[in-house]
């Protein structure tokens, strides 16, 4: 960890009412930059808050698998179905929602273009 200005920490933390650890780690990944410390600090609080929710959504999804009450997982982009997966009931089902989740909060996905000419609504998904 690199040693920095108390006034450019200062800054990072009136700027985006960030700790002083968000702003030293916004610095650290930055090297010193304050506008790329700042924009890390927001990237890192937005991907947090998507956790949180992800979270908090497969949270709720587990619970209504052990009441039986969850069918399955419909898997979607945008309103395009790319894959439902039944559930079965109870706790078996609560046990596949919890690795389910796990697995699908670890998971990104990119959109790599076959040729770059062409729009996004032509390639084929």
């Known amino acids: 960890m690199a040693s920095y200005d108390m006034s450019l920490v200062d800054e ?6 960030a700790t002083y650890e968000e702003a030293l780690s ?6 010193g930059d304050l ?7 927001e990237r890192r609080r937005a991907q947090k808050e998507a956790a949180a929710e992800s979270g908090e959504m497969f ?4 619970g209504l698998a052990r009441d039986g009450k969850l069918k399955g997982i419909r898997l979607k982009l945008g309103e395009r179905v ?6 079965p009931r109870g706790l078996g ?3 596949l929602a919890a690795v ?3 697995f699908f909060s670890q998971v ?7 040729d770059p000419g062409k729009e996004l609504g032509d390639l084929e998904v």
Do not use: F, M, Q, Y
């Open 108 to 114: 990104s996905v990119d959109l790599v273009r076959k």
């Open 82 to 87: 790319l894959r439902e997966l039944p559930l």
């Open 100 to 102: 389910l989740s796990t």
């Open 35 to 41: 506008l790329r410390a700042l924009a890390a600090v």
């Open 93 to 95: 089902g609560a046990v």
């Open 59 to 62: 949270g709720r999804a587990i």
């Open 12 to 17: 990072v933390r009136k700027r985006i009412d």
């Open 26 to 31: 916004g610095l650290d990944e930055a090297e």
